[in-house]
């Protein structure tokens, strides 16, 4: 149980476009999704926190209106980098918690997103 | 300080041997605590929780918990070469906020 499902897995576009990314609980309802972004031989970075039914809380130095995050439903959050650039290049991991008292997170498998 | 703290390696064992894998956080009120794996390229999965004082063993891997000292570790017996993977310390305190260590990247050498 506890299935993230991340789409797409990996995607190529070219600067100044935009790039949806598609996070979906697929057995359980997630009230808040995380959406993380790490590059090569980094960290997790977490930059934010999404929430059913509201506004999304960015961490510090991320773009709201370029990282623009919905999570309308309890089942499905998306981010979208608009006007995306070279350097939004990376990979993108989204995860949800269950809820339950003391439940860990469990991981989308990541997009890897290239911007040309 | 750093909300979680790990060793970032690498650390490097032979086949066979025992990994040991150390975290240490630094908010008393943490609940609870995890360990994650992760592959290169790939996105983190689950492999330990631990919740309460003391070990916690599953198949090759033994998590162990001191909440005096602020300190969870994760051990890894019969270590293989699969699995070389960067370990990442996970700690929750109220179930909606999860602070993650910067991980330690394991090679095992066969």
């Given at each position: 149980?506890?299935?993230?499902?991340?789409?797409?897995?990996?995607?190529?576009?070219?600067?100044?476009?935009?790039?949806?990314?598609?996070?979906?609980?697929?057995?359980?309802?997630?009230?808040?999704?995380?959406?993380?972004?790490?590059?090569?031989?980094?960290?997790?970075?977490?930059?934010?926190?999404?929430?059913?039914?509201?506004?999304?809380?960015?961490?510090?130095?991320?773009?709201?209106?370029?990282?623009?995050?919905?999570?309308?439903?309890?089942?499905?959050?998306?981010?979208?980098?608009?006007?995306?650039?070279?350097?939004?290049?990376?990979?993108?991991?989204?995860?949800?918690?269950?809820?339950?008292?003391?439940?860990?997170?469990?991981?989308?498998?990541?997009?890897?997103?290239?911007?040309? | 300080?750093?909300?979680?703290?790990?060793?970032?390696?690498?650390?490097?064992?032979?086949?066979?041997?025992?990994?040991?894998?150390?975290?240490?956080?630094?908010?008393?009120?943490?609940?609870?605590?995890?360990?994650?794996?992760?592959?290169?390229g790939k996105s983190p999965e689950l492999?330990?929780?631990?919740?309460?004082?003391?070990?916690?063993?599953?198949?090759?891997?033994?998590?162990?918990?001191?909440?005096?000292?602020?300190?969870?570790?994760?051990?890894?017996?019969?270590?293989?070469?699969?699995?070389?993977?960067?370990?990442?310390?996970?700690?929750?305190?109220?179930?909606?906020?999860?602070?993650?260590?910067?991980?330690?990247?394991?090679?095992?050498?066969?």
């Open positions: 149980g506890a299935v993230v499902s991340q789409h797409p897995s990996w995607v190529i576009c070219k600067s100044g476009t935009s790039v949806k990314i598609e996070c979906r609980s697929l057995d359980f309802q997630a009230t808040t999704m995380f959406w993380y972004r790490q590059f090569p031989k980094q960290s997790l970075m977490l930059m934010a926190t999404s929430n059913e039914g509201s506004k999304a809380t960015y961490e510090q130095g991320v773009e709201k209106d370029k990282f623009l995050i919905n999570h309308a439903s309890l089942t499905l959050s998306t981010l979208t980098v608009t006007s995306a650039h070279p350097e939004d290049s990376s990979f993108y991991i989204c995860s949800a918690e269950t809820g339950t008292y003391n439940s860990p997170l469990h991981f989308g498998n990541g997009t890897r997103l290239t911007v040309t | 300080q750093k909300e979680v703290e790990q060793n970032s390696g690498p650390l490097s064992v032979p086949e066979g041997a025992i990994a040991s894998l150390n975290c240490t956080y630094s908010d008393r009120v943490s609940q609870s605590f995890f360990w994650y794996r992760q592959y290169s492999i330990m929780s631990i919740y309460s004082n003391g070990d916690k063993e599953d198949g090759r891997f033994t998590a162990q918990l001191n909440k005096a000292s602020q300190y969870v570790s994760l051990l890894i017996r019969d270590s293989q070469p699969s699995d070389s993977a960067t370990y990442l310390c996970a700690v929750s305190h109220t179930g909606n906020q999860f602070y993650f260590g910067t991980g330690t990247s394991l090679t095992v050498i066969p």
